[in-house]
């Protein structure tokens, strides 16, 4: 089982849900939550991370924002929690989250190659990772990419979509292809959200392939 640490950041400290591998780490990850906060699903993803291998960190970026609730980490899955989730992540803006993966991704140097998974809003922070700051990185679903694919990357990157998905039509993803043509972009009959494993949306089938490409992605790029 995982813990909460501290990170300590430029503009305050953030907690992080630790995971930790068994024996010497593959690499590190910082995995970037959705909008609905570090709940029992982000965690257990970074457990799921942890168990292949990797020293994990999934940073709660919400501890950032002046004033926001103490339960920020168990938004619903309903309207009001989209409504709650995307207004703090446009408070806590693009500038605040990169410092946050910095700091968590300076954390996990000790082992060894470091890179980032994001899901929804963390799928966009995830681009922006391996375009800003260098790290390989696998984007999930980032409906807030395209207006980030004209910037060169430093790292290479990973995406996953849902043919399903109304947030990114198809334009967008061809977008992806069209722009940043050298990294892969893979596309599954599918719904938003497919990866994770509460709520309607969930397809295990593709959330197994997506998973086994992103496997094998970071054995590629971290070890």
């Avoid at 068994?22 to 699903?41: S, T, W």
């Avoid at 168990?51 to 919400?62: D, I, K, N, R």
């Avoid at 893979?186 to 959330?207: C, I, K, L, Q």
Wanted: charged letters at 20%; aromatic letters at 10%; one cysteine or more.
């Amino acid at each position: 089982m995982g813990e909460w640490v501290t990170l300590d950041t430029h503009h305050g400290p953030v907690r992080a849900w630790q995971a930790t591998p068994e024996g010497k780490p593959r690499g590190g990850l910082v995995v970037i939550q959705e909008i609905f906060g570090v709940n029992a699903h982000v965690r257990e993803v970074a457990e799921g991370f942890a168990a292949q291998g990797y020293a994990v960190l999934a940073p709660s970026f919400f501890d950032l924002i002046d004033g926001v609730e103490a339960d920020h980490d168990a938004l619903p899955y309903d309207p009001d929690g989209v409504k709650q989730g995307l207004a703090h992540v446009n408070a806590l803006g693009v500038e605040k989250a990169l410092e946050v993966v910095r700091a968590a991704a300076s954390r996990l140097a000790p082992a060894g190659k470091v890179g980032t998974v994001g899901y929804c809003w963390g799928g966009s922070i995830a681009l922006l990772s391996a375009l800003r700051l260098g790290l390989p990185s696998v984007s999930y679903y980032g409906a807030r990419n395209v207006q980030f694919l004209d910037e060169a990357p430093k790292a290479p990157v990973m995406f996953h979509f849902g043919a399903q998905d109304k947030s990114i039509p198809p334009e967008a993803i061809a977008a992806h292809r069209q722009k940043l043509p050298q990294m892969a972009t893979f596309v599954y009959p599918a719904d938003h959200a497919f990866n994770r494993s509460v709520g309607h949306a969930y397809d295990p089938d593709s959330a197994t392939l997506a998973l086994e490409r992103t496997l094998d992605f970071f054995a590629e790029h971290l070890g």
